[in-house]
């Protein structure tokens, strides 16, 4: 039992990250009465926009961060980014705060070198052949080792920034530096992996709540630089395949624990299922579910958690999602479109509110069902075509 929003006695859930992910959340929360507060690096975060207040400060700052959870005392600290000062959260859940879905699962999810070695060396699933290096004369003997091509990511970092394919081993130098440049944390160290042939990528969102562990539909994604473009629901896998992708998606959640939703990432290969990565939190492909379940990744999250029961997630439709992209920075834009966008069928659209543009940054999504997957993606693709920035 708790009271209102707002009353000395409401249930308070304290979002670190406010992007456009975490909006959803928030608005979700707020449907069964939860006060929310927003924190973000930079004022105005699109889940600013909707939450009962919001702060701005370095979050990666263990000090600042502790303070300020002193401060409000929520109920639940909800990470949704990864840069964040993890090593305060796992002290603050020793104390009694609760992180979801767990200081651990922040922890070893916000570097990908710790969430590599747990999947691959403890946990023994299948994942590419994979080398870390702290130097540039370090990165030049793994590449050597596995050889080329092979993609090269800051072991911190997010939306595929700093990742880039090492084509040949001379390019090596521009690759180090592009990931020194993206990386997070001002951490110098990288992982190296070698180049897998996948058919296909999916991101195989898992629930982990009081009703236990549940999964969504697979979803299919296009991604370039290690960014999203465009995703669907569901992606068609053979029923080994989700088998396959179910056992590896439970080891990993349930070793991390706790109540919430988890993205797992996986490529589907000929040999079978490898594992790439896992985010807890919502994934940025899983937006799709917000035109083709009944509860939307958002929905499932806030009610694992809450605590609430979860039931089987049902797939209404097949639905795709097509991001729209800014090219350039600014402070003043515009976006348009969204009319001509609406007008196509079973379409629809979320501008992020985001206060300014970034080469890359999406800005929003045009998301479509259909009865088809192919026909969504198509419509989708289209309503992003028709969505546009113009800069003054």
Not at 74 to 100: H, K, M
Not at 112 to 132: C, K, V
Not at 236 to 255: D, F, K, L, N, P
Request: charged share 25%.
């Amino acid at each position: 039992m708790y009271g209102s929003p707002l009353s000395s006695n409401a249930r308070k859930i304290m979002l670190l990250g406010s992007g456009e992910l975490g909006k959803e959340v928030i608005i979700e929360a707020q449907r069964f009465g939860i006060e929310t507060i927003a924190v973000d690096r930079y004022d105005n975060a699109p889940a600013m926009q909707v939450a009962h207040r919001s702060y701005v400060i370095d979050m990666l700052d263990p000090a600042a961060l502790r303070e300020l959870i002193e401060k409000e005392k929520p109920d639940y600290i909800v990470p949704e980014i990864e840069a964040i000062a993890t090593s305060a959260l796992v002290e603050l859940e020793q104390e009694g705060f609760r992180v979801i879905p767990t200081a651990r699962a922040a922890l070893l999810t916000m570097d990908r070198e710790g969430i590599r070695r747990l999947a691959a060396e403890t946990l023994q699933l299948p994942t590419a052949p994979y080398r870390f290096a702290d130097t540039l004369e370090e990165l030049k003997a793994a590449v050597a080792e596995l050889g080329t091509p092979c993609v090269i990511k800051p072991i911190m970092s997010s939306s595929g920034k700093g990742q880039s394919v090492c084509k040949t081993e001379a390019d090596a130098d521009s690759c180090w530096q592009y990931a020194m440049d993206g990386g997070r944390a001002k951490k110098a160290r990288v992982i190296v992996e070698g180049f897998v042939h996948f058919e296909s990528e999916i991101t195989l969102l898992t629930v982990r709540s009081s009703s236990g562990t549940t999964f969504c539909a697979p979803i299919g994604h296009v991604q370039k630089d290690g960014d999203y473009i465009e995703s669907w629901q569901p992606h068609e896998m053979t029923q080994q395949q989700i088998e396959e992708a179910q056992e590896i998606a439970r080891a990993v959640t349930e070793e991390l624990g706790g109540y919430g939703i988890y993205g797992v990432e996986l490529f589907l290969t000929k040999e079978g299922v490898l594992f790439s990565e896992v985010s807890p939190r919502p994934h940025d492909t899983g937006m799709v579910t917000m035109v083709t379940q009944d509860l939307s990744e958002f929905a499932l999250h806030a009610r694992a958690i809450l605590g609430f029961p979860v039931p089987t997630i049902r797939l209404l439709t097949p639905g795709a999602t097509y991001t729209l992209k800014a090219d350039r920075d600014s402070e003043k834009f515009l976006i348009g479109g969204v009319k001509e966008a609406l007008a196509l069928p079973n379409t629809q659209v979320r501008v992020f509110g985001k206060p300014v543009t970034k080469p890359g940054r999406r800005m929003a999504v045009a998301m479509s069902s259909a009865d088809s997957v192919d026909e969504a993606r198509q419509v989708a693709k289209q309503a992003a075509e028709l969505l546009h920035i113009s800069y003054e």
